[in-house]
């Protein structure tokens, strides 16, 4: 209740305004125009003098401009993103203008198929036209304009909210200083397809739907249920289903025998079903759904790389491993575009259990993601510095990153020339990069499988990928970075020729480290006692090491002479000292930093 | 076409018969009773004079009894398995006397909700009794006995099917001797329970399904084909969905901005309904997926592993990488409640994209699994003998598996008593536990993660169960191995401590081999060559050896003593030679098998 939150927004207002008035109708992608156009929305905050502070959310299917707070002190639950919008929250309505609009299409406000349509006085039902999300996002920018938006720091939208997100970064790039898309997808899957086509089926076979006009009668609530039903099983990961419901039944411990709702899952649904159609216009159901079928950059740009070209934002893509309706994969096509076209693009695969709907229960992880981007996005300087700690960063200390030994940072620093670009994969917190972005004001791309760790990097503003470098880099186009930095790796991936060969590729000069081997402490444990070696940089029994590959400074020689790769630099080291290795480097040296090419 | 088929058992005629008389009506789970009862049957091939060779198959929620052949001329398609089902098929009918019947509840000739109820003279409708797959296997049951089958060699069946196959080897043990369950559950998820709930939704919200009593007048078809369309999706793969539609539309390029089905997946999904309803009863649908839902071996029986105890059955438990509607961890769980009792189960998890619909479009890897098992189960020892080539085995022959070297055999062989219980992780094909077998009189399970190897397994008639040891084996009680082996693969585990302490804990004994990375060529290499060593027992490059771990014998005794396990034997070896290393073991041997225990 509104009272008992005091991180809430409080009492809000959903207003409405005009933005298309009847004189001069609104062209649609699908040919036809449209006339006249209101849209509701809600602000949450005040706009900066400087008009830098606006947020733009899109909502997805089901949802509305209602974001946060309470329309009306007896509303028991509030808007349908709290969780996320409000004083203090991650979408901080302290320090953000926060703005969202009902779509267009939509049914709470916005015109749709359930507005009049004035050349029959009588709701439009299916004579109101075809929209696409183009068209939506189209409808927004007329109304931010209208309210004295001239720009937003960062639109962001979850599911078909996503899409919407994508299409404003398209059409508007300077409009839009960065781009937050969750668990969304540049077109649907097939089976997500399916999944519309079958909902809307079971409305079109309502008979209470009456070719769309069933304003003054029943509405085809039976049919719009069911697709929501369809729907709610999509949303949730099995996982989930089975923690919430299980095989539980409503009422007893025996089967009643009979067709009625048995199973508590089935209760649920009925109850989803049963919500749904008293807030919902089946109508608006239609529409919406198909304007998600529509939505396909590829096909509308020739392709997804074309789509992205214009593009300006900073993107920030999120999914989590547990959506089935739009997976990772989808998310990941999306970074792969970007990262083609050389865009500033994050990326982050949240691990939860909660599937598709987790944009809606994850305000942990979720939200510090968006808050430590936005806030990047806005200061990009003071993120950068205020992590790596200027004031006592010790260029000569060692750094241990859990599980892995990173060769002396400074050494790598000391070879990257400024104003270069730079991948670092496996760039851990992002510390490298951070300095050398400060220091020579490179170019910086990370690449990193932890979560927390990539969380750190989207802290410092830096762009990082979320990924396993053992599944290559195929997006990245060939010696599209001047350094790629593969440190204290080879010696941990499954196939380290496959990792090498393609960091080669994409790299003017790649720097690899590594630990030595044949370090003679290694070469006289073995000899003397018989046993894997134990060292300073070999630092763990042979049955809990990372290491799963054992290699000397001979060994990388010949590997890479095997691979046809100059060695421009081989830099022999102890193990804390920056000065290398003179003498007998193979014997003497617990590590190795190389500097090689492949032309 | 039937003459263009020269592998079809041909014409065949489905034939009905009475199994209960209305003066005996069947009591039923659900407390009620139902008469008469027909059913409706297929048979191909002949009964064998001792009647050993009767293959009943079940079939699945939309089959029936007509499973192979054609029953007219002018059928265009054959029965819905006839790929597996014919002359010199995977279920051979020139061997094997094969039989299907439409199970309780269907409506194809079987009584059904459709059949007329004598107390009211019009069909049953939804004052039909409430089945489950308990009542269908127990109708099955008397058929078979009225056609004169006394026992059944094997039970197939895919999906609902394999419910059915599962509750005949729990309720006749003695009937059946082996069950082949495939896609199948030990009960269905609340996800899926969701979409049965969903589809019956539809039908129920047909204004056409008028109470269930619609066979004078028009069928409540719209509600039934949306109840199929939603199986369909869950039938196919994503993968599948989008190789065999994709985002194609049906008939333009260019979207046509109406509600019409567009897309390729729409008029399949809209063909796919309509042909449902042509051949299908809405009633049957309800009852079927009842039953489906109410199957629940765990509440049947208190617990899985309850279930099976009775069992006498050989099982081979089949699921499929892609199946997200049956998904293969279901499959797990009833292979692990059988491995908890100790039974004859093999498991293979067929990689392959078709999703749950695999099993009707498999015919290779299934249909060979499906015929050697049910040749092995007929013919134990041929098949043990044939494959393991008593003729020439040569018992000092060093045997290569693809990837690694296996430690010479005879010498484990020779280590392992007879009469006892032995469990091979990472058996490959099988040749040492066939050897064992044959000379030992052992009881043999076989663990093996790769599909090739698990196939060569089940045609030597061995248990084998396809798994990756790195993931435990939970399911397996303490000490429930006289030995275990562990043949040079502990080198090659992410994690050695957590395989070598679970075999430890279920085998009484572990034999375990590895190569000794501290043998004096690979010490020498190290010493004056400073690379990593290459020698007989570690023939790779740094960069591609599937060992991932490095340990000498010294390193091996070390680790037992901290893991608290003892050493029974240790036997360094020679790379090919039996006689073990007398002198300097750590440095002489390139290979040791140990025989270790824990208590």
């Known amino acids: 209740m509104v009272n008992e939150d005091k991180n809430s927004v409080g009492i809000v207002e959903t207003r409405t305004i005009r933005v298309i008035e009847p004189a001069n109708p609104l062209p649609l992608v699908s040919g036809k125009t449209l006339a006249p156009i209101d849209v509701a929305y809600e602000t949450y905050g005040t706009l900066s003098k400087s008009g830098d502070n606006t947020i733009l959310i899109c909502h997805a299917l ?3 401009a209602h974001v946060a707070g309470y329309n009306s ?3 028991e639950k509030p808007g349908w993103w709290d969780i996320m919008v409000g004083p203090g929250k991650a979408i901080d309505t302290n320090k953000y203008f926060v703005v969202c609009s009902n779509f267009l299409g939509g049914c709470s406000g916005t015109t749709g198929p359930c507005s009049i349509n004035p050349s029959t006085a009588k709701p439009y ?3 109101f036209p075809i929209i696409t999300i183009t068209d939506m996002v189209r409808v927004q920018k007329l109304w931010l304009e209208k309210i004295g938006v001239k720009n937003v720091l960062a639109v962001i939208g979850g599911s078909m909210g996503g899409m919407q997100v994508l299409q404003w970064a398209i059409d508007y790039p300077d409009f839009v200083k960065s781009a937050i898309v969750i668990a969304a997808s540049p077109r649907l899957s097939t089976q997500s397809i399916a999944f519309d086509a079958v909902g ?6 309502d008979p209470n739907f009456a070719g769309g006009q069933y304003h003054d009668q029943d509405a085809p609530d039976r049919g719009l249920a069911i697709a929501r039903m369809i729907g709610h099983i999509t949303y949730l990961s099995e996982h989930t289903m089975h923690k919430k419901f299980g095989r539980t039944l409503r009422a007893s411990e025996n089967y009643k025998y009979d067709f009625n709702s048995e199973f508590a899952v089935e209760t649920y649904l009925d109850y989803q079903g049963q919500r749904f159609v008293e807030r919902f216009d089946a109508n608006s159901y239609l529409y919406i759904t198909k304007a998600m079928d529509y939505f396909d950059l590829k096909k509308d ?3 997804l790389t074309g789509a992205f070209e214009k593009a300006i934002s900073r993107f920030l893509i999120v999914s989590f491993t547990s959506d089935w309706l739009f997976p990772p994969a989808q998310s990941k096509e999306l970074v792969d575009a970007l990262l083609a076209n050389g865009k500033d693009v994050s ?14 229960l994850e305000p942990d992880t979720l939200g510090n993601l968006i808050n430590d981007f936005i806030h990047a996005t806005r200061h990009p300087q003071e993120a950068l510095a205020a992590q790596a700690c200027l004031a006592d960063r010790d260029r000569t200390k ?3 990153m859990p599980g892995r030994a990173r060769v002396d940072y400074a050494l790598i620093e000391s070879l990257i ?3 270069t670009s730079v991948l670092d994969t496996g760039c851990g917190d992002g510390e490298l990069l951070a300095n050398l972005m400060l220091d020579k004001n490179i170019t910086a791309k990370g690449i990193e499988l932890d979560e927390k760790l990539v969380l750190a990097c989207v802290k410092r503003g830096i762009p990082i990928i979320q990924h396993d470098i053992e599944l290559g880099l195929a997006n990245c186009s060939d010696k599209s970075f001047d350094y790629v930095i593969l440190s204290q790796t080879v010696q941990t991936v499954k196939d380290p020729e496959k990792v090498f060969s393609e960091v080669l590729r994409i790299g003017k000069k790649v720097i690899v480290s590594f630990p030595n081997f044949a370090y003679w402490k290694a070469r006289c444990q073995l000899l003397l006692s018989g046993k894997a070696p134990i060292t300073g940089e070999l630092p763990f029994h042979w049955y809990n090491s990372p290491n799963i590959h054992f290699l000397s400074l001979k060994d990388f020689d010949s590997f890479c002479e095997k691979l046809g790769v100059t060695i421009e630099k081989r830099i022999p080291l102890h193990k804390n000292r920056l000065s290398p290795v003179k003498l007998a480097a193979n014997f003497f040296a617990e590590q190795a930093v190389y500097v090689t090419s492949r032309p």
Chains 1, 2 share one sequence.
């Open 301 to 303: 740009y020739g392709s």
């Open 73 to 75: 002190p007896k509303d």
């Open 347 to 360: 990326y982050c695969n949240i691990n939860t259990p909660y599937g598709h709907d987790a944009f809606l």
């Open 417 to 419: 020339k400024p104003n």
């Open 398 to 400: 060692k750094v241990t």
């Open 125 to 127: 039902g299916l004579t």
């Open 200 to 205: 809307r089926n079971a409305i079109l076979a």
């Open 62 to 64: 089901s949802g509305n």
